[in-house]
DNA sequence: AAGACGAAAGTGGTTGA
DNA sequence: TCAACAACTTTCGTCTT
């Protein structure tokens, strides 16, 4: 039986989300994955006999990115048929083993490196497998495209990963990615336009209500100021005051304006520093929201109060 | 005294010629 | 390739609670 769990056992969040498609549920706010690769294990074929379950059985190991090889590797022998052979058919064999080595080791020592290294800061961030394995493979192909050459394997890597947050709508702020990797700022988004540009990965510019959860506990606001803050957020979206402007900015001014309304008040500096904007940002923001929305007349009464 | 507000100058990235 | 431009930041002074 499954058993339903209803609370975040690391921050005890309440915004899980199940993933079918990935078969993964997540929390929200702090992005622990409590259940991964729920697979569906049932057969589609049944089998009576070993006979059957020869023909039937189709699968090996799993494949993944996060292994350098995909956990598919071979290599060219070592041992066995290889010395039965005698002079020219010997030498052909060495040769190949000799190319295999040197055609191998450049991209993949590149890549047992760089995958331990991602593998790392996912961790730091505490990133669902799924996204790890996105950026794994966006690295990978990375690699094999040559874009990793000029510029630093780690900076490559958040770089990566920050695509895969993106495409999973997980966002996490380039402070962050900057933070757990040691990398520039600017230099992780350089990284991050180059390689998505090269690659053709294409990702919708994100939405700021992904970042509202999260926020909104590492501000220790109720659940209601949340809902307030997205309610506000799509009054926004309405109004075309989200076109252009930086996602996290938005997201911060509407946290500020929801937890105004619900008398759980936050300077405007602790909500800046969570969304990792300034207080003139929020401030902006926040004008142009009491404006268009016509808020003002909820929070005069409210504090007055 | 702390927080909110606003103005002005600076920064990095995008866009259009 | 370069300049104009919008968004955002930094800094600083003033007002409000």
């Known amino acids: 039986m499954v058993k339903y769990i209803k609370k975040c056992p690391e921050c005890g969040g309440i915004n899980l989300i199940l993933n079918k498609?990935?078969?993964?549920?997540?929390?929200k706010d702090c992005g622990l994955v409590i259940e991964e690769k729920m697979i569906d294990f049932s057969q589609e074929w049944r089998e009576f006999d070993s006979d059957q379950a020869a023909k039937r059985r189709r699968v090996g190991a799993p494949m993944t990115y996060t292994k350098y090889d995909r956990g598919l590797g071979t290599d060219v022998g070592q041992r066995g048929d290889i010395f039965q052979l005698k002079g020219k058919e010997r030498n052909k064999f060495f040769r190949l083993r000799k190319w295999q080595y040197r055609i191998s080791t450049a991209i993949e020592r590149n890549l047992k490196l760089a995958l331990a290294e991602l593998k790392r800061v996912a961790s730091y961030l505490k990133l669902p497998k799924s996204v790890e394995e996105?950026?794994?493979r966006i690295y990978t192909m990375a690699v094999q495209r040559?874009?990793?050459?000029g510029r630093s394997m780690e900076s490559v890597v958040a770089g990566a990963l920050y695509a895969a947050c993106r495409r999973h709508e997980v966002p996490r702020t380039l402070d962050e990615l900057s933070e757990a990797s040691g990398i520039d700022k600017k230099e992780i988004g350089r990284t991050y336009?180059?390689?998505?540009?090269?690659?053709?990965?294409?990702?919708l510019p994100s939405?700021?209500?992904d970042y509202i959860p999260r926020f909104a506990s590492a501000l220790?606001?109720?659940a209601e100021t949340q809902s307030k803050a997205v309610e506000i957020l799509e009054q926004a979206e309405e109004n075309e005051l989200t076109?252009?402007?930086?996602?996290?900015?938005?997201a911060a001014a509407s946290l500020y304006v929801a937890a105004l309304i619900n008398n759980e008040k936050r300077t405007q500096r602790e909500v800046a520093d969570i969304a990792g904007v300034t207080e003139v940002t929020i401030r902006n923001r926040y004008k142009e929201l009491l404006?268009?929305?016509?808020?003002?007349?909820k929070i005069k009464k409210k504090v007055k109060k």
């Open 21 to 27: 498609e990935k078969g993964e549920i997540i929390c």
């Open 134 to 136: 996105e950026s794994a």
């Open 146 to 149: 040559g874009l990793v050459r």
């Open 193 to 203: 336009r180059f390689v998505t540009r090269e690659l053709g990965i294409r990702i």
């Open 207 to 209: 939405n700021p209500v």
């Open 220 to 222: 220790k606001l109720n």
């Open 243 to 250: 076109s252009g402007r930086g996602p996290t900015g938005i």
């Open 291 to 297: 404006k268009k929305l016509n808020l003002k007349d």
